[in-house]
């Protein structure tokens, strides 16, 4: 049968160097413009986590058309006819530069944004994505007819791809966005897609001259051809998993690392680092030898990662149970993704094989945004995906023996054991101590089993949940649901009276950070705790303005338990905004919390995000304006921006106070504030308050109050309620705006407080 026969091969480093640069580029800008556009976008839809999700959704489904248009391309046209189809491609995608949303765009206010968004992305940047997205499997699969000695397995390129994806990751946070406005940030992603555009064109140079330089000749190698055509549709089902469990693996670990352990800024950064490494290391020549050590290294290190990750966390600070996770997951993914490299097809399924994975990524993402959130109460997909990933460890075979029924048989007796302990123990914590060193040995046990994936993951998956089963019952958790915000739980606890008594209280938490407390005796369900007692800084407020405030039109953004509608008054006119609904279903039930019920039954409450919802308020509405949105350790940037406090003092009368609660234990927000407020020529007072005495559920906490004339906060400054001093200066970096921002700038140095 008739093939192109082709000249000796060429061993010229420089195309080496120009398609990986091509791939670099690409994959670079995929990874600047995806945090870049999702910017542009926060202040028109207020910053909620919708934008940042629905921007995910839209980006993997690029990916896997662009993936998929790469795949049509190069099997169904001739090297020349490709060459053309991509540079009209190209050349329409033009028409998007400059990057810009399109005029006079607004988003619906009595609709779900979601469509206008998708919408919006697709017209802004759509067909430059596109072209992007397109650039990892095209420019290998010509690479793989340029005639190169090495364009037999040009895989190893993908490597140079994901290599430009780590560093454009690192980059934007600490790098781009410290330095750089958004606005030539936008400019510059352009001036980056142009060079793309050429080096694609000189990979098509490559291509084509390599084309000119073949010559037909026969060769009757039918046999090895079928064998290259041979891709069975369990082949291709594997790939599937391989690179699924790993993808939602990520998204898993990231949430359950932001809500479980610590919601420290910029956190996902190290998941998605340690993710994107993963493909660097499994594509290079070393993967044959590496992929063998980390299959055998993986079961050493999972027994720690199961005794004191899940079993007994209590032990650990939470860096070590952080670096716990992240070497589990490192292995596991090295693990998944080595296999992956190991099981990738000749050079004729190369584009099949990646809109696979693009195809698994999509799916990873949408399961984890779109099906977790609604179907789990807690951050369940993370533990899922651990053990899916234990069962794609290399030597898993579907033969049902007797020992693989062994295998599945012991952790479901398990499990029905950890029930029935539940079921008859009274007082679990009599036993927990117990529980905990049962579990501990039984891992220990699970290493027997390593050789046997589905065995061994299924035993680490029954230890796993019954350990979570038995701290959910420890902590005594008596509400708890999960919504598109994260997870909110009510706990009851039990503290010391001032009369050395026990007494219960109910707490709120918003994955490890308490949102508020309400002790439960009638004589004291009004007095307001945590970050909004009566000692600290808004009790001093409220007492401060007490013969003054009878008519107060007040509005609080951010409402937690709802404690600080117990300072309300009977003649004031209060209004509550806050994002989450179950967070307003949870603050009015009585069950749970009972500040509103009691204290202001007739406030208004307004569900959506804070600028969007103020800015439909009338101007000069309110005498004090109470920004709560600050007491978790993630932080709504763009409504700390220049802009955003000309909203606030917009809708403030002249004599306003604007109040923001600035605790947080690894971000000076007080530097945001003080420059900005110094921008725009207004006082401000800073209070860092701590107990002088040891008070029930009286804590530390951090509070800002603005005004524009200083007379109207100088009552504060004067009185001896509480060390009000004026906020400092700074002049080490630049205004927030919602063009800038930059979290790295006001990082705690000491986390300590």
């Given at each position: 049968?008739?093939?192109?026969s082709k000249?000796?091969?060429v061993?010229?480093?420089?195309?080496?160097?120009?398609f990986a640069?091509?791939?670099f580029?690409?994959?670079?800008?995929?990874?600047?413009?995806?945090?870049l556009?999702?910017?542009?976008?926060?202040p028109?839809l207020?910053?909620?986590?919708?934008?940042?999700?629905?921007?995910m959704?839209f980006?993997?489904?690029?990916?896997?058309l662009?993936?998929?248009?790469?795949?049509?391309?190069?099997?169904?046209?001739?090297?020349?006819?490709?060459?053309q189809?991509?540079?009209?491609?190209?050349?329409?995608?033009?028409?998007?530069?400059?990057?810009?949303?399109?005029?006079?765009?607004?988003?619906?206010t009595?609709?779900?944004?979601t469509?206008?968004?998708?919408?919006t992305?697709?017209?802004?940047?759509g067909?430059?994505f596109f072209?992007?997205s397109?650039t990892?499997?095209?420019i290998?699969?010509w690479?793989?007819?340029?005639?190169?000695?090495?364009?037999?397995?040009p895989y190893?390129?993908y490597?140079?791809?994901?290599?430009g994806?780590?560093?454009?990751?690192?980059?934007?946070?600490?790098?781009l966005?410290?330095?750089?406005g958004?606005?030539n940030?936008?400019?510059?992603?352009?001036?980056g897609y142009l060079?793309?555009?050429?080096?694609?064109?000189?990979?098509a140079?490559v291509?084509?001259?390599?084309?000119?330089n073949t010559?037909p000749?026969?060769i009757?190698?039918?046999?090895?051809?079928?064998?290259?055509?041979?891709l069975?549709?369990?082949?291709?089902?594997h790939?599937?998993?391989?690179?699924l469990v790993?993808?939602?693996?990520?998204?898993?670990?990231?949430?359950?690392?932001?809500?479980?352990i610590?919601?420290v800024?910029?956190?996902?950064?190290?998941?998605l680092?340690?993710?994107?490494?993963?493909f660097?290391?499994?594509f290079?020549?070393?993967?044959?030898?590496?992929?063998?050590?980390?299959v055998?290294?993986?079961?050493?290190?999972?027994?720690?990662f199961?005794?004191?990750?899940?079993?007994?966390?209590?032990?650990?600070p939470y860096?070590a149970?952080?670096?716990?996770h992240?070497?589990?997951?490192f292995?596991?993914?090295?693990?998944?993704?080595?296999?992956?490299a190991n099981?990738?097809?000749?050079?004729q399924?190369l584009?099949?094989?990646?809109l696979?994975?693009?195809?698994?990524?999509?799916l990873?993402?949408m399961f984890?945004?779109?099906?977790?959130?609604?179907v789990f109460?807690?951050?369940y997909?993370?533990?899922?995906?651990?053990?899916?990933?234990?069962?794609?460890?290399?030597?898993?075979?579907?033969?049902f023996?007797?020992?693989?029924?062994?295998?599945?048989?012991?952790?479901?007796?398990l499990?029905?054991?950890g029930?029935?302990?539940?079921?008859?123990?009274?007082?679990?914590?009599?036993y927990?101590?117990?529980?905990?060193?049962?579990?501990?040995?039984?891992?220990?046990?699970?290493?027997?089993?390593?050789?046997r994936p589905?065995?061994?993951?299924?035993m680490?998956?029954?230890?796993?949940?019954?350990a979570?089963?038995?701290?959910?019952?420890?902590?005594h958790?008596?509400?708890?649901?999960?919504?598109?915000?994260?997870?909110?739980?009510v706990?009851?606890?039990?503290?010391?009276?001032?009369?050395?008594?026990?007494?219960?209280?109910h707490?709120?938490?918003?994955?490890?950070?308490?949102?508020?407390?309400?002790?439960?005796a009638?004589?004291?369900?009004?007095?307001?705790?945590?970050?909004?007692?009566?000692p600290?800084p808004?009790?001093?407020l409220?007492?401060?303005?007490?013969?003054?405030?009878n008519t107060?039109?007040?509005?609080?953004?951010?409402?937690?338990a709802?404690?600080?509608?117990?300072y309300?008054?009977?003649?004031?006119?209060?209004s509550?905004?806050?994002?989450?609904p179950l967070?307003?279903?949870?603050?009015?039930?009585?069950?749970y919390?009972?500040?509103?019920s009691q204290c202001?039954?007739?406030?208004?409450?307004?569900v959506?995000?804070?600028?969007?919802s103020?800015?439909?308020?009338?101007?000069?509405?309110?005498?004090l304006?109470?920004?709560d949105?600050?007491s978790?350790?993630?932080v709504?940037t763009?409504?700390?921006?220049?802009?955003?406090?000309e909203?606030?003092?917009?809708?403030l009368?002249p004599?306003g106070?604007?109040?923001?609660?600035?605790?947080?234990?690894?971000l000076s927000?007080?530097?945001?504030?003080?420059?900005?407020a110094?921008?725009l020529?207004?006082?401000?007072?800073i209070?860092?308050?701590?107990?002088?005495?040891?008070?029930?559920l009286?804590?530390?906490?951090?509070?800002?109050?603005?005004?524009?004339?200083?007379?109207t906060?100088?009552?504060?400054?004067?009185s001896q309620?509480?060390?009000?001093?004026k906020?400092?200066?700074?002049?080490?970096?630049?205004?927030?705006?919602?063009?800038?921002?930059?979290?790295?700038?006001?990082?705690?140095k000491?986390?300590?407080?």
């Open positions: 049968m008739n093939h192109l000249a000796p091969a061993r010229s480093f420089s195309i080496i160097f120009l640069a091509t791939l580029t690409s994959a670079s800008l995929m990874f600047v413009l995806q945090p556009f999702g910017k542009i976008l926060l028109l207020g910053g909620s986590p919708a934008v940042w999700n629905t921007c959704v980006y993997q489904s690029i990916l896997f662009g993936y998929l248009y790469a795949h049509y391309l190069s099997t169904r046209f001739s090297q020349i006819r490709q060459i189809i991509h540079t009209a491609l190209i050349l329409i995608s033009f028409l998007a530069l400059p990057l810009a949303l399109p005029e006079n765009t607004a988003p619906p009595d609709a779900n944004p469509f206008w968004l998708l919408w992305l697709l017209l802004a940047i067909l430059p072209v992007v397109t990892a499997p095209l290998q699969k690479f793989a007819h340029v005639g190169h000695h090495t364009s037999h397995d190893y390129l490597a140079a791809s994901n290599t994806s780590l560093i454009a990751l690192l980059s934007y946070p600490f790098l966005e410290p330095n750089i958004l606005a940030q936008k400019n510059d992603w352009g001036i060079l793309l555009c050429f080096l694609i064109a000189g990979c140079f291509l084509w001259k390599n084309h000119q010559v000749t026969a009757n190698d039918s046999e090895s051809l079928i064998q290259k055509n041979h069975s549709l369990a082949t291709q089902l790939w599937l998993v391989l690179a790993p993808s939602s693996l990520l998204l898993g670990l990231t949430n359950f690392i932001s809500t479980d610590a919601s800024p910029l956190l996902w950064i190290i998941p680092t340690v993710y994107l490494l993963s660097v290391i499994v290079s020549k070393w993967n044959d030898k590496i992929h063998l050590f980390m055998k290294l993986q079961p050493i290190f999972l027994m720690p199961i005794a004191y990750a899940f079993i007994n966390p209590a032990d650990l860096w149970y952080l670096i716990l992240l070497i589990a997951f292995f596991a993914v090295m693990v998944c993704h080595g296999e992956l099981k990738r097809p000749h050079t399924h584009t099949k094989f990646y696979i994975m693009s195809f698994a990524g999509m990873g993402g984890n945004t779109f099906v977790a959130p609604f109460n807690a951050v997909e993370y533990p899922i995906m651990i053990v899916a990933a234990l069962m794609l460890r290399p030597g898993l075979k579907y033969t023996n007797t020992g693989l029924i062994l295998q599945i048989i012991t952790p479901i007796l499990i029905i054991a029930v029935s302990l539940y079921a008859t123990v009274d007082d679990l914590l009599q927990f101590d117990a529980a905990v060193i049962c579990l501990i040995f039984i891992t220990l046990l699970t290493y027997l089993l390593r050789s589905l065995g061994f993951a299924f680490s998956g029954a230890i796993i949940f019954i979570l089963s038995l701290h959910s019952l420890s902590s958790t008596i509400f708890q649901q999960r919504t598109f915000f994260g997870v909110l739980a706990r009851d606890a039990v503290l010391t009276d001032e009369n050395g008594k026990p007494e219960s209280y707490e709120l938490f918003h994955g490890t950070t308490k949102h508020g407390a309400q002790r439960l009638e004589n004291k369900s009004q007095i307001p705790l945590t970050y909004y007692s009566r600290g808004m009790g001093q409220f007492k401060e303005y007490d013969n003054v405030n107060w039109n007040i509005g609080v953004v951010g409402l937690g709802g404690a600080l509608a117990c309300a008054k009977e003649q004031q006119h209060w509550l905004y806050e994002i989450d967070m307003v279903d949870i603050a009015s039930n009585p069950l919390f009972s500040y509103l202001a039954p007739k406030a208004t409450m307004r959506g995000d804070a600028r969007l103020l800015e439909k308020e009338p101007d000069q509405q309110f005498d304006l109470i920004m949105a600050f978790s350790d993630s709504p763009h409504l700390l921006t220049k802009e955003a406090l909203l606030y003092f917009k809708k009368k004599n106070i604007l109040a923001f609660h600035m605790t947080n234990r690894h927000l007080k530097k945001v504030l003080s420059i900005n110094e921008a020529h207004l006082a401000a007072l209070q860092e308050f701590k107990p002088q005495q040891e008070i029930p009286v804590v530390a906490t951090d509070w800002v109050v603005m005004a524009k004339n200083a007379e906060i100088k009552p504060l400054q004067l309620l509480g060390g009000w001093q906020l400092p200066l700074y002049f080490d970096m630049k205004p927030w705006t919602d063009d800038f921002t930059n979290i790295v700038s006001i990082w705690k000491d986390n300590s407080h």
